[in-house]
């Protein structure tokens, strides 16, 4: 089992950053990948950004040049770092460990951004 506890929401108007964290205990070795996914009211979870455990990365094309995900394996843990933020990014942001065929979620981290 993996847990995952997310941190670093929250209310910031539009143009700001938010960094949030991810942290990871458990069964954490052999992790293929971490990201977040967002899913705002009335729409689909989607994937935001990933990184995989060989370092690649992949972000959705809506927040290209706005957000990187980063990872300390020092700490187990993973980052967003969420920059120039939009009132669309406004959704719940969930962390995710991809491990063995298993994915596990954490619990949600609520973002909102003011116009």
């Known amino acids: 089992q993996v847990q995952l506890v997310e941190s670093g929401g929250g209310l910031v108007q539009a143009g700001g950053s938010l960094r949030l964290s991810c942290a990871a205990s458990g069964s954490i070795s052999s992790i293929n990948g971490m990201g977040w996914y967002r899913q705002a009211p009335g729409k689909q979870r989607e994937l935001v950004a990933s990184?995989?455990?060989?370092?690649?990365?992949y972000y959705v094309d809506s927040v290209k040049g706005r957000f990187t995900i980063s990872r300390d394996n020092a700490k187990n843990t993973v980052y967003l770092q969420m920059n120039s933020l939009k009132p669309e990014d406004t959704a719940v942001y969930y962390c995710n460990a991809f491990r063995r065929s298993v994915n596990y979620w954490g619990q949600g981290t609520q973002v909102t951004v003011s116009s």
């Open positions: 990184t995989t455990s060989g370092g690649n990365t």
